[in-house]
T-cell receptor
């Protein structure tokens, strides 16, 4: 099976702009989660989607949003970008059972200038 | 929320065993995970252990879980240069809570 695919791999944006990141989960996986990785804060949970519904949400401002499509692919959007949004954004897919392992993609490296 | 603590650095000689330690606070976590991250890459799932187990072995990897002390360890036998990476301990409730990561450096 193909792994988790994230596009694009790299993005450079300017403060105030918005950005959309994409994630295709492993075939058959119905849950998609998003994490932000920064040197200062480490790995932090953004949100999780299951069957097109947000199931859980982390402690991030409303500028961060996501959605999931009927084919389980997910997108994450960040509006009004700030310098502090520069990070590696990781997507993880999971079969759907609450305790099944999460498999991560290679991430999208976002740089905000 | 869940607190997960790891030592930050480990230096090991090629061929020796590496042991990475992790402590956590939430005893209700049912699964505990080890991930590996190489430069420029995402997180690779190495292994995981269910909370009712004490030990799990998978080729060169051995995971030990002490539920009483909330202590998890990952032992890598016969450490190779390709094992140089950052290793993350993580515990799962509705989300993964990660430690800060242990940077393992393998020296010749």
């Amino acid at each position: 099976k193909a792994g988790v695919t994230q596009t694009p791999r790299y993005l450079i944006k300017t403060r105030g702009q918005q950005v959309t990141l994409s994630c295709s989960p492993i075939s058959g996986h119905r849950s998609v989660s998003w994490y932000q990785q920064t040197p200062g804060q480490g790995l932090q949970f953004l949100f999780e989607y299951f069957s097109e519904t947000q199931r859980n949400k982390g402690n991030f401002p409303g500028r961060f949003s996501g959605r999931q499509f009927s084919n389980s692919r997910s997108e994450m959007n960040v509006s009004t970008l700030e310098l502090g949004d520069s990070a590696l954004y990781l997507c993880a897919s999971q079969e759907g059972q609450a305790n099944s392992p999460l498999h991560f993609g290679n991430g999208t490296r976002l740089t905000v200038t | 929320g869940e607190d997960v603590e790891q030592s930050l650095f480990l230096s090991v000689r090629e061929g020796d065993s590496s042991v990475i330690n992790c402590t956590y606070t939430d005893s209700s976590s049912t699964y505990l995970y080890w991930y590996k991250q190489e430069p420029g890459a995402g997180l690779q799932l190495l292994t995981y252990i269910f909370s009712n187990m004490d030990m799990k072995q998978d080729q060169r990897l051995t995971v030990l879980l002490n539920k009483k002390d909330k202590h998890l360890s990952l032992r890598i036998a016969d450490t190779q240069t390709g094992d140089s990476a950052i290793y993350f301990c993580a515990v799962l409730d509705y989300k993964l809570s990660f430690g800060a990561g242990t940077t393992v450096t393998v020296r010749a």
